[in-house]
């Protein structure tokens, strides 16, 4: 059974700034705390004389298991695990543990206290590990749960309260890792980046990325991100980042991804005020994938759609070829386009299952007609 928050109850408007952003008191201390209770009550009931392992996944959890756990009143026992919050459960299927478990569940009933259930990914991936350990039981506990960002089939026996898909703060919860402190739950005020779409503009080398772009901006407030032109206009300016990405560039090869991440968040952050962002020729590998993520994440946003600009490879051939004999660039003749061709099929185009898990895939037919490319691309960012 779910119980669900009542927001119009809250009348106390209290205003917090966490880092750069603003967030406003959405459940108090008090609320939580009843809601705590209630769930205890039911633990109290249904696990009496199980001896239940409370396996608390850190780092979120800490407060709710402290409060939760006070008001367990049988025979338990507790231990933290942790899990890389992001990183690698969408891409490889599995947690990766951190911290793990020190004792046998075998034959135990064990209780995962987690603070947030979101997609429920990494909470079914866990399901999975436990369960191989051969549990008699193993239930779910959260504090939250996002229905709408739910992805999978979850079993949660316990939540104490649904939430609407916003980004909070406050009792465990973070913002780039401050505001875990906070006694109340914090709901992020609206700011210049949430009602930002942020478009992902994919494709091969030579599938009309920066063409679509160009149209893009023209018909909408939008940025453009061109990590390519980026790089360029460093290489021309003989800075640092130039000269290491020239050597790169001129191989054919992909720049290391701190420094692309580095370079990427700068530009972003540097825009001001805007109805969207184009994101061209970033991400190009999925660890870039996940840094654009947690980046967005952190500014309280994430990627609205990925478009996936998919032209046949000898055409591609052609057209980078035929740019080659008037753009002048250093990575436009046939060996270094072969190289980025391959680079591409390597490290980038798996992205397209990774976007696909992420829910915002979307294909395009990057052939024929540039008018009818632009109208198939416009048709997915005013759907
Ligand atoms: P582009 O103009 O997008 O074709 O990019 C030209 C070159 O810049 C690439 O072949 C890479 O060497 C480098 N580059 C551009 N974007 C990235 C990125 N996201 N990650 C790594 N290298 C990049």
Request: proline share 3%.
């Amino acid at each position: 059974m779910y119980i669900c928050v009542d927001f119009s109850e809250i009348n106390i408007m209290k205003t917090i700034q966490v880092k750069d952003l603003e967030f406003s008191i959405s459940i108090p201390e008090a609320q939580i705390l009843e809601k705590v209770d209630a769930i205890a009550a039911r633990l109290t009931k249904d696990l009496d004389g199980k001896n239940p392992l409370f396996l608390c996944v850190l780092n979120g959890s800490f407060m709710f298991v402290s409060d939760l756990l006070k008001r367990v009143n049988i025979p338990s026992e507790v231990c933290f695990v942790k899990y890389s919050s992001y990183q690698g459960t969408q891409t490889t299927g599995k947690v990766k543990q951190l911290m793990g478990l020190t004792q046998s569940i075998e034959g135990r009933c064990v209780v995962i206290v987690e603070d947030i259930v979101d997609t429920g990914i990494t909470m079914t991936h866990l399901l999975d590990d436990l369960k191989k350990q051969n549990p008699a039981e193993l239930h779910v506990c959260t504090l939250l749960m996002k229905p709408e960002k739910l992805e999978v089939e979850l079993d949660v026996e316990y939540c104490a309260m649904e939430i609407p898909n916003d980004f909070i703060v406050g009792y465990g919860l973070d913002y780039d890792g401050f505001g875990r402190n906070l006694p109340d739950i914090y709901t992020l005020n609206e700011n210049r980046y949430s009602k930002m779409k942020n478009i992902v503009l994919f494709g091969a080398p030579g599938s009309g990325k920066g063409t679509q772009s160009d149209r893009l901006v023209a018909k909408y407030n939008y940025q453009h991100i061109s990590t390519g032109d980026v790089l360029r206009a460093e290489i021309k300016n003989g800075t640092e980042l130039g000269k290491t990405a020239q050597a790169y560039i001129e191989k054919g090869q992909l720049l290391p991804d701190e420094l692309m991440v580095e370079m990427l968040a700068k530009v972003y952050d540097s825009f001001g005020k805007c109805e969207g962002v184009i994101f061209d020729g970033f991400p190009r590998t999925i660890p870039q994938a996940e840094a654009l993520k947690i980046m967005l994440s952190n500014r309280g946003t994430d990627v609205t759609e990925m478009i996936d600009l998919d032209v046949p490879e000898e055409e591609l051939m052609t057209r980078l070829i035929n740019r080659g004999k008037i753009s002048g660039r250093a990575d436009d003749n046939e060996e270094t386009i072969k190289k980025r061709l391959a680079v591409y099929h390597e490290q980038t185009s798996p992205l397209k299952i990774w976007y696909q898990e992420d829910g915002k895939y979307n294909h395009i037919n990057g052939l024929g007609d540039m008018e009818t490319i632009f109208n198939d691309i416009c048709a997915v960012l005013e759907k």
